[in-house]
């Protein structure tokens, strides 16, 4: 029986594995690194230890250290998560042979599976269909992908079209596997483009039963990451889905598979190709538990107890969709910092990592939470996960809730119309061609309410006559007006139309033409943003000061870091020609290559950065001077 458990791993699988324990009577340790001194999953555990240092080389990668932790902690079992070393055979070896029970597949499944090159092989042998790899250096046909043999998330895999950009690609790519999983070696296969990728959940005891738990899709990925998630998949028919779990049964079978994995597939149309087999748990795994009703983490300890699973899985029920919620800008670019708020709202289950005050760091992935909603039908389990990211309340970092909100409301994803290229330029949410809509006299009320807000809040905060109103004049000589970068408002007079039910500094209820609305308002310490909340959505505003602070002013053509970083490499040398678009860094933060590119052509004038070198968000890298004509 385990008796305490520790997870190798941090953030919301951390928590995740922890709340089964809890419910089972099982003692937690938790390990985390000095980034996560403060992280909900280390406060949370009946134990913490210090890995100390941040990157994850030095913490969640070192393997010595988490048994060390193990010793220390008195704990008797390890559960590894989902990324770092949760498929590294070697570390699963070390837990055995250190006397500890391992929540995970026998390393001989692991190193089967580990190297995607050498399970492509064995899958083929096992009658499963694959796709043919492609020689490096003389693949002989494009679009191919480049992939990481080791490890998974969209890391260390590449889109080669042509063949002069195949050399850089499969270079950044090593390097971004070796960053992420300590193993560089990656391989080329066609690329199926516009197919659906579709995995099966299984779940093997070591007494001969082995379950496929459905299928989940998850075609709708940006950066070959995914970002929803759902059970079943909308879009396959009854024989393909037998077709994906009967292989799946057998790549566990072939391998002598124990615990919990997901073999992934490329679905278009009747064809389909084996991807790879991931020998852990999955981000994902919610929207199977809500659909056959189980518990995967529980089902993983029971196994690596020596229990036997029944003979037949349960029968699926309802639908089940999954939002990843990241801390990143529209462009995908990952933010840092401190998220001040974090409620979500709804019927929903939210697994997550963070809590409001949660300082997001740029050591490690940006997923915040995953926000998972059920329902008997899809159009239910859709409708109750808009409704949830539309009154969530995030505030202090930049997140991709528009785009989840975009995605799960689209007419394609409702339709059930989704792949791999559903976010890629010409798929169903590229910009429309026609001019958007023109603005409505409704878009500045989140303006005019955070207004409202700021002058309640003087009132109150006024040292003398505070029951006043703000800007009060025997004679008015002006309208009161607020100035935010992002708009300008008149707040006294109203605009036509418009009453004030109530304004309070958190709240402020404004009528308009008989239809009433309630606007949440926030503002931090250290934060001079205002954040409003209402059934239009949010709204952040930033107001401008009345006597600015002077700005230094960075020098034209310069390349600004988009996020703090590490200087991975640099390509160009002063007095270089460079042109637009030619990649003059490479930044790497939250285990990720940034390219950083030359907005036109030019010459270097100057590169502020070397190799190795730590920047911060909006330090200057380089300076391009623009060719004049």
């Known amino acids: ?87 590294n055979a070697a570390f699963a070896r070390a837990v055995l042979d250190a006397g500890l029970t391992w929540v995970g597949p026998p390393p001989e499944a692991i190193e089967a599976m580990g190297s995607k ?48 950009e195949l050399a850089a690609e499969v270079e950044s790519a090593r390097r971004e596997a070796e960053a992420a999983f300590g193993d560089g070696a990656v391989f080329a296969e066609p690329l199926l483009e516009a197919a659906r990728h579709v995995e099966v959940q299984v779940l093997a005891d070591a007494h001969g039963t082995v379950w496929a738990l459905g299928e989940r899709e998850c ?25 994906l779990c009967a292989a799946a049964v057998r790549a566990a079978r072939r391998i002598g598979y124990v615990g919990a994995g997901t073999v992934e597939f490329l679905v278009k149309g009747e064809r389909v190709a084996f991807l790879e087999m991931n020998t852990r748990l999955q981000v994902e795994h919610p929207v199977t538990e809500l659909v056959f009703g189980v518990d995967l983490v529980r089902l993983q300890l029971e ?13 699926p029920r309802g639908h089940a969709i999954e939002a990843r919620l990241y801390a990143e800008d529209a462009a995908y670019v990952p933010q840092t910092g401190v998220l001040r708020r974090f409620e979500v709202p709804g019927d929903v289950r939210v697994d997550s990592g963070v809590e409001s005050g949660s300082q997001v760091s740029p050591h490690y992935d940006a997923m915040l ?3 998972v909603a059920y329902g008997a039908t899809r159009a239910e389990a859709a409708r109750k996960l808009a409704a949830s990211l539309r009154g969530a309340r995030l505030h202090g970092l930049t997140t991709n809730r528009d785009l989840l909100l975009d995605v799960v409301t689209s007419p394609a994803f409702l339709a059930g119309e989704t792949n791999t290229a559903f976010l ?15 603005p409505s006299s409704d878009d500045a009320l989140p303006a005019l309410a955070a207004a409202l807000a700021m002058a309640a809040a003087h009132r109150r905060d006024a040292p003398v006559l505070a029951g006043l109103p703000g800007g009060w004049r025997n004679v008015r000589s002006q309208p009161a007006r607020a100035r935010f970068e992002e708009a300008d408002v008149v707040y006294d007079p109203l605009p036509a139309g418009v009453t004030v039910v109530s304004a309070r500094p958190e709240e402020v209820v404004l009528e308009r033409d008989g239809l009433r609305r309630t606007f949440q308002v926030a503002r ?19 107001p ?82 623009e060719e004049t004509t």
Do not use: W
């Open 424 to 438: 890629s330029l010409g798929g169903p949410l590229s910009p429309p061609s026609s001019p958007s809509s023109p």
């Open 303 to 315: 196994v690596a107890e020596g229990a036997a699973l029944p003979p037949e899985p349960p029968a």
């Open 1 to 87: 029986m385990i008796t305490r458990l520790l997870v190798a791993n941090r953030g919301e699988i951390a928590r995740r594995v922890f709340r089964t324990c809890r419910s089972l009577g099982v003692s937690t340790v938790a390990v985390f690194s000095d980034a996560d001194s403060g992280a909900p999953h280390a406060r949370e555990a009946d134990l913490a230890v210090r890995l100390p240092g941040s990157h994850p080389a030095e913490t969640y990668l070192a393997a010595d250290r988490i048994i060390e932790a193990c010793r220390a902690s008195g704990a008797d079992a390890v559960h590894p998560g989902y990324g770092f070393l949760s498929e």
């Open 544 to 625: 401008v000061p009345r006597l600015p602070e002077p700005v230094e002013h960075v020098a034209p053509g310069s390349l600004l870091a988009p996020m703090p970083g590490s200087v991975l490499r640099v390509e160009v040398a002063e007095g270089d020609t460079v042109a637009r678009g030619q990649p003059v860094l490479v930044l790497e933060a939250m285990k990720m290559e940034h390219r950083i590119a030359a907005p036109a052509g030019g010459v270097v004038s100057d590169v502020r950065v070397e190799k190795g070198q730590q920047v911060e968000a909006g330090a200057v890298l380089a300076i391009i001077q």
């Open 219 to 243: 075609s709708v990925q940006r950066r070959h990451q995914k970002v929803v998630e759902e059970c079943p998949s909308p879009g396959i028919s009854e024989r393909t889905r037998e077709l």
């Open 117 to 164: 090159i050498a399970a492509k092989r064995l899958m083929a042998e096992a009658g499963v269909p694959v796709l043919p790899s492609l020689d490096l250096a003389a693949p002989g046909e494009f679009p191919l992908l480049v992939k990481a043999s080791a490890g998974g998330g969209g890391r260390g895999m590449r889109i080669v079209r042509h063949a002069g």
């Open 369 to 371: 939470a995953k926000i």
């Open 524 to 542: 931090y310490d250290g934060d001079e943003r205002l954040y409003v909340d209402s059934p239009m959505g949010a709204a952040v505003l930033t």
